[in-house]
């Protein structure tokens, strides 16, 4: 590194001194920091957490983790997005049920919807006398989905601060329909994902998974079609040995496996789906 | 609140009392906060930085702020993402022209375009001899967009965390074939959002922005299709006039007419685009 950058870098807070919290890069990446990434560890030790405490999560805290979300970026600040807590019983049971009975889904202390949402763009839409033709377009989909997800991931980064846990629930999309009839969405909404909240039981340990070399998924300049991960194969076949997980297959197996028609359990409607609701029809 | 509730927010680090920090809060919703924010202020305080110090930021930052976003959940951790970082002057000048020319993509000391990537996957179905016809489905490129959306915001909460400042690129999909070209994306991958990056220029002020009431965006247990948005149309009046916005629109009418056809700047043709690019095909 040139000077001017290392005087830079030590001004910014970083230096080329691996850094003493440096194991969060070390479980990503499978080696040492090659900078200084103290500053930035607490946003490098996420982890699913499927096993919670009986800890109650208040709704005060609540309150002030949906601020976190609200405060994320949204696209022309149309806030194309919503959510909607679960927490009855036996409605909780039901979401459970239509997201492929996962345990945490059913047990977290708060369970959270997160939807794309047309609807309060349609009605302000109405009462100014415009058609709302561009919501049918499929950028205003990815908008949408965009602002949704900005909106979680704040939310979750403020809830880990904090100490709590989160698992993200993909499945809320297995049983779109059914998850309309349950949260009473009207046309112009449609479910995108879940997410459990609580804090972690400490009994449970949730490791950091390894992620793709940073080289695999930040290019410089331009794209580069030549696919190389590195020693992550390697990496992810240890660590699901380390976490009992049966099979020997590598990252790059189970992957490519995974994206054949035969793994979408229920998904492949979405399309259709999201169009009857109003979404990317065009 | 009950007594219970009260207590376990107290022990969650929460109390009834505003806290000293709550400023942010009150520019969200326009009155003090219920709760005490104080914790999980850092997260509310975000706001769209479009001017930068000559303050430089350097590589070993961006490193580390990379690992942020790599540790953000991913859908069965296939990482069905990446990002583009454009620095060259005369490609970040293109990247401008096709981003409606906005100053904050020319001048900002850092570009991301993060993308939609499904080419590392269908590489790695390939090799095990598995067609990827589960890409093919609006399912993944739903989570192709959840993934790209929650690495950038949780490299963004890193960013922030620092003091730098940021600003979102939805225009990044005004153009989506140029931004292929310039980007030399393959099949299988599409552009989605840039992201500037920079210290903020300490002379230019950047509000936060008031956001809808919570009540209009949080539903418990379901969804209510009764459009409320308490008075967000007058205190963003009151916004749009202290930044000397011109119009006196609230913001319903500006978004009720942003919706109809004539302002989709380009991206009236991204389903045909995502769509030849080998997404959301069925």
């Known amino acids: 590194m040139a000077n001017q950058e290392a005087q830079d870098a030590a001004a910014a807070g970083v230096s080329e001194e691996p850094g003493p919290l440096g194991e969060a890069w070390v479980a990503r990446y499978g080696e040492t920091p090659p900078v200084d990434v103290a500053e930035v560890d607490p946003f490098l030790t996420h982890r699913s957490v499927r096993d919670f405490s009986d800890r109650p999560v208040p709704r005060a805290l609540v309150t002030a983790l949906v601020a976190a979300a609200q405060s994320a970026a949204t696209s022309s600040n149309l806030q194309t997005w919503s959510v909607v807590s679960v927490q009855d019983p036996v409605r909780r049971a039901e979401v459970a049920r239509l997201c492929a009975d996962q345990r945490q889904v059913r047990n977290a202390p708060w369970f959270f919807a997160f939807v794309a949402d047309h609807h309060r763009l349609a009605h302000a839409a109405s009462r100014v006398g415009e058609d709302a033709l561009g919501l049918d377009y499929c950028e205003f989909y990815t908008m949408a989905v965009i602002d949704a997800a900005l909106a979680a991931e704040r939310m979750v980064c403020a809830a880990e601060s904090l100490g709590l846990g989160i698992c993200y629930i993909g499945a809320l999309r297995n049983d779109a329909e059914g998850v309309k009839g349950l949260l009473n969405l009207p046309e112009r909404v449609v479910g995108l994902f879940g997410l459990c909240l609580g804090w972690p039981d400490p009994n449970v340990a949730n490791p950091i998974k390894p992620r793709l070399p940073q080289s695999s998924v930040w290019f410089e300049e331009e794209y580069d079609p030549l696919v190389g991960i590195g020693d992550y194969?390697?990496?992810?076949?240890?660590?699901?040995?380390?976490?009992?997980?049966?099979?020997?297959?590598?990252?790059?197996?189970?992957?490519?496996?995974?994206?054949?028609?035969?793994?979408?359990?229920?998904?492949?409607?979405?399309?259709?789906?999201?169009?009857?609701?109003?979404?990317?029809r065009r």
Chains 1, 2 share one sequence.
């Open 233 to 280: 194969d390697d990496r992810m076949s240890r660590f699901y040995a380390e976490q009992g997980m049966k099979g020997d297959a590598t990252w790059s197996m189970r992957s490519g496996r995974r994206v054949d028609e035969h793994h979408l359990t229920g998904r492949e409607a979405l399309l259709k789906f999201i169009q009857e609701q109003g979404f990317s």
